[in-house]
């Protein structure tokens, strides 16, 4: 009895030894979700936004976003509002940077004219919705530093609790806590918390296909604002990947363009 013992012991004390720190276990789970999405290419996909205000009063607006991926920095994404008449035609650029600030910029037809959202706005919201410019950007690794929390389940499956802090001093985060799907690394839920570290926006993932047998995709996302009571809606419908997009097609020329 005490031979097995002793060799549980030293059984536990071998795993310990081999054993990854939360840090470590932590970027180790968030590669492997950056892998497991690579290799897609470009996409294409319709978006309905449903903004509600406190009291529950709905607007709805309709738009369309294209992503190029790359890998040796982060995805280009363009979107465009198709209506209402009031936002009609206002289109963002990004380009998403592995290190240091992304790169954005917004077109409003009514003034005719580009202008750059700089580094300080970026934690501003997007066209009045309960998402930031900054949560447009690609989910790049090197943007985070990590900790491994838990495991836990979450709708209904299991999955790897993570912390990641911005590495950008000027975000409007000062951490996100984020939900990992085990079975395949998809995201399921996301806790963002302000600069004074309280609790600011949840965001969950839900009504997910998967593309080309790899590629998971949520069909809606909500954004709740647990500050203001207010909360955003995106649905995406007709999902296109494999299309014929270049860089050229991510130029504040092309952004232009595709608002007419």
């Known amino acids: 009895m005490k031979n097995t013992l002793l060799t549980i012991l030293g059984l536990f004390i071998a795993i310990g030894l081999q054993g990854q720190s939360a840090e470590e276990r932590g970027i180790e789970i968030a590669k492997a979700a950056d892998a497991y999405d690579q290799g897609f290419g470009s996409s294409v996909t319709k978006l309905t936004m449903i903004l509600t205000n406190k009291q529950g009063q709905e607007s709805t607006r309709y738009m369309s976003n294209q992503t190029l991926e790359l890998t040796e920095d982060g995805d280009k994404s363009l979107i465009v509002f198709d209506s209402p008449r009031d936002v009609k035609g206002t289109a963002t650029l990004t380009f998403t940077h592995k290190e240091g600030s992304d790169d954005q910029w917004l077109y409003l037809p009514a003034l005719k004219r580009v202008k750059r959202i700089s580094s300080n706005n970026k934690s501003g919201p997007f066209m009045g919705s309960e998402f930031a410019y900054e949560d447009l950007s690609s989910q790049e690794v090197e943007k985070y530093t990590y900790k491994f929390l838990r495991e836990e389940e979450i709708n209904g499956v299991n999955a790897f609790v993570v912390e990641r802090d911005p590495v950008d001093p000027k975000s409007g985060y000062t951490r996100q806590v984020v939900w990992y799907n085990k079975e395949n690394y998809r995201l399921e839920k996301m806790d963002f918390y302000d600069r004074k570290n309280a609790l600011l ?60």
């Not at 998971?216 to 995406?236: D, I, P, S, Y």
């Open 201 to 260: 926006k949840t965001l969950t993932y839900a009504k997910y296909k998967v593309y080309k047998e790899k590629h998971w995709r949520a069909g809606e996302m909500n954004m709740v604002n647990h500050q203001t009571g207010k909360k955003t809606q995106l649905n995406f419908d007709d999902y296109q990947f494999d299309l014929n997009l270049k860089e050229s097609d991510f130029s504040q020329n092309s952004l232009q363009r595709a608002s007419r």
